[in-house]
């Protein structure tokens, strides 16, 4: 009997003879004279905006474009006041329609400190905000527990990673926990009990560090969905990291902002709304 490898050889060899025979008749044959096309306008597709040189008409349309003030679902946290807002008076405050962490030369950070939104703590969600920074480095906590056991607004969790610099904004930082998750510009996975690994490269980090408004405000978009976490910056993918790390990560828990230790800064959060999937 003949195996299975020589049924599908001899198949191929079969249709790779006759393809042969065909192009050799073919080639045989007397060539002759083209016709020219006949006289008239040439009839073009048509087509429809959406892309270079348009969509041909009978396909689906694509995806809405991106819009980054689309507030539709969401609810704003923030009304311009304290309330809900949990944080240390000597170093927070309500400042020009914005949420203001301040620290000085006179009053610095001996520790991270964190304002702390008590209004919940939200499992799957879309966190959309505006910040500024003028020094130091700050962040956004997320799914994060409070640890009173340190000290008072002291925070532990996953982070949207802020800095003057903009060396780590975008990242995903784990606060006191397993430290840097996905670099600005990558997508990782983290597999149980094991550290997070790349496994796609989404933008170069530095293309993405020039979205990056200097002294000015910033979007900032957090998605948490199960144990999918994605950062959007000023409309660009900033990182994506997925964490299989059963014990290690959190499914819910605290949203608060940080003042780093280190030189006196100041930094604003404004427009800040959350949606609850």
């Known amino acids: 009997m003949f195996s299975e490898s020589s049924k599908l050889g001899g198949s191929i060899l079969g249709t790779a003879a006759l393809t042969a025979a065909s192009i050799w008749m073919f080639a045989a044959k007397p060539a002759q004279a083209q016709q020219p096309p006949p006289a008239g306008p040439q009839v073009q597709p048509l087509r429809v905006p959406g892309g270079p040189g348009g969509r041909r008409l009978g396909l689906p349309p694509g995806p809405d474009p991106l819009v980054l003030d689309d507030h539709a679902g969401f609810e704003s946290i923030f009304d311009g006041t ?18 203001t962490g301040e620290s000085t030369r006179e009053k610095p950070v001996t520790r991270n400190t964190f304002l ?46 802020i800095d003057f610099q903009n060396t780590f904004t975008g990242q995903l930082y784990e606060e006191r926990g397993r430290g840097f998750l996905a670099m600005r510009g990558q997508a990782t996975l983290i597999e149980d009990g094991k550290k997070a690994r790349v496994i796609s490269n989404l933008k170069n980090s530095d293309d993405l560090k020039g979205a990056v408004r200097i002294n000015d405000w910033n979007a900032l978009h957090i998605i948490a969905r199960g144990n999918v976490l994605i950062h959007i910056l ?24 940080q003042i780093h230790v280190g030189a006196p800064m100041k930094v604003e959060f404004r427009n800040i709304w959350l949606k609850k999937l």
Do not use: C, H
């Not at 000023?234 to 902002?257: H, W």
């Open 82 to 99: 304290m309330n809900k807002w949990d944080g240390d008076s000597n170093f927070w405050r309500v400042e020009n329609g914005s949420l």
């Open 116 to 161: 702390i939104w008590r209004g919940g703590e939200p499992a799957n969600f879309e966190l959309k905000l505006e910040y500024r920074i003028n020094s130091t480095n700050s962040g956004v906590q997320y799914r994060s527990v409070e640890l009173t056991d340190v000290g008072k607004w002291v925070m532990k969790g996953y982070q949207a990673d």
């Open 234 to 257: 000023n409309g660009q993918l900033t990182s994506v990291t997925i964490d299989d790390d059963v014990k290690n990560r959190a499914m819910s828990g605290l949203i608060g902002f």
